[in-house]
């Protein structure tokens, strides 16, 4: 069974930047494709990006593209989301999902059958 674990969440002031790690177990060598979703005060969960594990392509929403980053570690099945120039709209609690299925545009939350418990991003103005 996957398990999902995401850390690095944290108070950053505006224009700054942040690194959120996603740990996978249970992927199997296969791996686990992911996605960041999050919620905001103001909206409902909505999704941030994505990475198909095996092509190793990454997907972002409009609102974040160019903005943030997704990699991911092999070794240690882990993928890191680097935000850069957060600004108020960033603030929410950022879940990691995952599969092991793969995806194919890696944005729809039916598509990810394990997911983390959340970390608080907060943008300061």
């Known amino acids: 069974q996957v398990q999902v674990a995401e850390s690095g969440g944290g108070v950053v002031q505006a224009g700054n930047s942040l690194r959120l790690t996603c740990a996978a177990s249970?992927?199997?060598?296969?791996?686990?494709?992911r996605a960041w979703f999050r919620r905001t005060p103001w909206k409902r969960r909505e999704w941030v990006a994505g990475?198909?594990?095996?092509?190793?392509?990454?997907f972002y929403d409009i609102s974040v593209k160019g903005r943030f980053t997704l990699s991911k570690n092999s070794a240690n099945n882990e993928v890191y989301l680097d935000m850069t120039r957060l600004n108020a709209d960033d603030t929410g609690v950022y879940t990691c999902?995952?599969?092991?299925?793969?995806?194919?545009?890696?944005?729809?939350?039916?598509?990810?059958?394990?997911w983390g418990r959340g970390t608080q991003v907060t943008v300061s103005t």
């Open positions: 990475l198909n594990w095996s092509s190793g392509r990454t």
């Open positions: 999902a995952a599969t092991t299925r793969g995806c194919r545009d890696c944005m729809e939350s039916w598509e990810f059958d394990s």
């Open positions: 249970g992927c199997g060598a296969s791996g686990c494709a």
